[in-house]
């Protein structure tokens, strides 16, 4: 397959590209989309066969759902049997944004894209391009655009890495904002339950609601058989080719394991700084104490390890408030949840 690439840099000038992008979409085919959270693997939401070749191009197990994409808040009547109030509350404070919100599912929802649920998530983007696109097409199925298991992609470059070949166009609408994927929280059951962190903080969202549970597959595994409602639950994700191991300690305590580590291949993924007083290669991921400088640069320095031949990774640990929650919550699954406390 040739896969085409689109650079917008302008809404209105670039306008036919975007409607040749939304024409694939609209006959059924496979489109990378910027957004500002990661790069997406767009297809029709409401269409089984164009929603499959999401599976298919990413190597996506088939129980692993998919997130629906709308351009206007209005658009979710269509989508889910019930609005709770709950959603029109987020709706509200967070969208359009990097929360995507779980709710029951309407009959245009296909078995295929909500995993056999009875729910559906559903997000409004931020994004100019994204949700241009939506607009002259449809609402869009769209996990990250990357191989399934990898760690996600930030930049057209690496959708052309991934999927070049797999997929009938890449949209180059520059490099992604956050750069880890939006905040997901189920209003479908008695109380609002945090199910992927993101952007979106956990205290962000108990402000507007009050009461705002955590699952427990945020920090830990959970059991294979399990079922699950959102994204990025069970499966190991985001991760590169070298074996990751997170150690949780101060900068001194990591740098006096790492620089005690014996063998070939051995990298240290770092803040900025540590790496001027590390004897091994390192690539820094973010500022000390700044999450969202690490949530943005993650997933690109995840990347970057495997191509300067990485093996065996040690990960300086994030804070796990805010939007380091997210950070953490991604190198987690990375690391297979393997982890050295100092």
């Given at each position: 397959?040739d896969t085409k690439l689109f650079v917008v840099q302008d809404i209105e000038k670039d306008a036919p590209l975007l409607q040749e992008a939304a024409d694939i979409l609209k006959r059924g085919?496979?489109?990378a989309i910027p957004t500002e959270t990661v790069y997406g693997l767009a297809a029709d939401a409401l269409n089984p066969e164009a929603v499959k070749k999401i599976f298919a191009a990413k ?284």
């Amino acid at each position: 397959m040739d896969t085409k690439l689109f650079v917008v840099q302008d809404i209105e000038k670039d306008a036919p590209l975007l409607q040749e992008a939304a024409d694939i979409l609209k006959r059924g085919g496979l489109v990378a989309i910027p957004t500002e959270t990661v790069y997406g693997l767009a297809a029709d939401a409401l269409n089984p066969e164009a929603v499959k070749k999401i599976f298919a191009a990413k190597g996506r197990p088939a129980d692993n759902p998919l997130i629906v994409h709308i351009a206007e808040f209005e658009e979710i009547y269509g989508l889910a049997s019930q609005v709770p109030e709950s959603a029109k509350i987020l709706a509200e404070r967070f969208w359009p944004g990097p929360l995507t919100m779980i709710v029951p599912k309407g009959e245009s929802i296909p078995d295929i894209t909500s995993a056999g649920l009875p729910t559906v998530a559903i997000r409004m983007p931020s994004h100019p391009i994204a949700r241009e696109i939506i607009r002259r097409s449809c609402p869009l199925a769209a996990p990250s655009a990357n191989l399934s298991g990898s760690p996600s992609t930030t930049t057209a470059q690496h959708c052309i890495h991934d999927l070049g070949g797999r997929v009938d166009a890449i949209v180059d609408g520059g490099e992604c904002r956050f750069g880890v994927e939006s905040t997901v929280i189920t209003l479908a059951g008695k109380k609002p339950r945090l199910l992927r962190p993101g952007a979106i903080t956990l205290e962000e969202l108990r402000d507007a609601l009050g009461e705002v549970e955590m699952d427990k597959a945020v920090l830990s595994q959970i059991d294979p058989g399990e079922r699950v409602s959102s994204p990025g639950m069970k499966y190991k994700h985001y991760a590169p080719k070298a074996k990751v191991v997170i150690v949780d300690g101060d900068s001194e305590s990591f740098l006096r394991f790492l620089n005690e580590q014996t063998g070939e291949g051995i990298f240290g993924l770092v803040f900025s700084g540590e790496e001027e007083r590390a004897n091994k290669p390192c690539v820094v991921y973010g500022e000390n104490d700044e999450d969202v400088t690490q949530a943005h640069r993650l997933f690109a320095a995840l990347r970057e390890l495997d191509e300067r031949g990485a093996k065996l990774v040690y990960a300086r640990c994030p804070h796990k408030e805010g939007v380091g929650l997210a950070v953490y919550n991604r190198l987690l699954r990375a690391a297979a949840f393997e982890e050295i406390t100092l």
